[in-house]
């Protein structure tokens, strides 16, 4: 707990320099000049956020890249709710496999079983948790009904 301190006074550094240096701002002119389409856009953005999720823990890696990937996702004309669950998915995704695999350890010492085996109970669910992104990509209705009748 006496770490987290530090990290968020540096994670809030980092962000200040995204934005004075106005990143997102050039990765949306950036992609926007590749004629990207939104769903090429998700795969990446799908890819980018399960391998951050395999090696940092899902905040720092949402309070760093956010800032940058929420601007390009709306000028593609992707839905604020539907990029942020993906997005949050993805690190979940990422926090339960190998090699970091931060969740992997908690959920070890919570059932004193060892890694090794909990991975390889993880794998059914895992896979199920893959084809849930794979339509939350594919369609993001799934995503956006309800926060959709509620505004």
């Given amino acids: 707990m006496a770490l987290m301190a530090p990290i968020i006074i540096i994670l809030g550094v980092i962000t200040g320099l995204v934005t004075i240096t106005e990143v997102a701002m050039l990765a949306t002119a950036y992609v ?58 993805n690190l979940m ?11 992997l350890y908690l959920e070890a010492k919570i059932a004193n079983v060892p890694v090794d085996r909990l991975i390889k109970e993880l794998v059914p669910f895992i896979l199920v948790l893959f084809a849930v992104i794979a339509l939350m990509t594919f369609v993001p209705s799934i995503v956006t009904f309800i926060p959709n009748l509620l505004f």
């Fill in 32 to 89: 926007l000049s590749m004629n990207m389409s939104p769903l090429m856009f998700l795969i990446f953005v799908n890819f980018l956020f399960i391998f951050l999720g395999m090696i940092i823990d899902a905040i720092p890696a949402m309070l760093i890249f956010v800032p940058v990937i929420l601007p390009i996702a709306t000028a593609l004309g992707i839905d604020p709710i539907h990029i942020s669950v993906v997005i949050v998915t």
């Fill in 93 to 103: 995704i990422g926090l339960l496999t190998p090699p970091v695999g931060g969740l």
